[in-house]
């Protein structure tokens, strides 16, 4: 057998013989540092009327680091027209908390073709529909760092949703 084959196979026979994949034993607890959990949540305490799922982030060292609440999917919208109505209220909402956030609500390709559709525009990078809130410049409670509002499109034509993520410590690192 030629040595290279030979050691191509003794290489996988070994890793076919790995009692725990990567070194990781199946139940385990990976320890910290090491992973970054996305979390589905299936219910909240206080539910937004606005949002109809939410996930979050978690880490082992830090806890929960970051929320998000996500609209329906409204589909056949091409102007994202009811995702920019609850985009609205609920900027308005937070503005009366928190008063004015940095806004980037504009098309950032001048030669966009309007007739594309709003939601052609932000999949494209073309435009964007984005506002947060940050701790330092807000005054943010309940150890949040960061808020970020913003329209989100997947599909580039019809779909449209509005995404709401509050951080916490450690989010960042």
Not at 11 to 33: D, Q, R, W, Y
Not at 103 to 118: A, K, N, Q, T, V
Not at 127 to 153: A, E, F, K, P
């Amino acid at each position: 057998m030629n040595g290279s084959l030979g050691n191509k196979v003794m290489k996988v026979l070994e890793i076919e013989t790995m009692a725990n994949p990567f070194g990781i034993e199946a139940s385990s607890t990976v320890p910290s540092g090491m992973a970054t959990y996305e979390v589905t949540l299936h219910s909240v305490p206080e539910p937004h009327p606005a949002f109809k799922e939410y996930s979050g982030i978690w880490k082992p060292k830090n806890g929960l680091v970051s929320i998000m609440g996500r609209s329906e999917t409204f589909n056949k919208d091409p102007s994202a027209s009811e995702a920019r109505r609850i985009y609205a209220e609920v900027k308005h909402e937070l503005t009366q908390l928190y008063g004015q956030p940095f806004e980037d609500e504009e098309i950032s390709d001048e030669d966009w073709p309007e007739e594309l559709g709003f939601c052609s525009a932000i999949d494209n990078g073309a435009r964007s529909h984005t506002c947060d809130w940050d701790l330092g410049t807000h005054d943010l409670t309940d150890n949040v760092q960061n808020i970020m509002l913003t329209i989100v499109s997947d599909d580039g034509d019809e779909k449209s949703q509005v995404w709401l993520e509050y951080g916490f410590p450690g989010c960042q690192d």
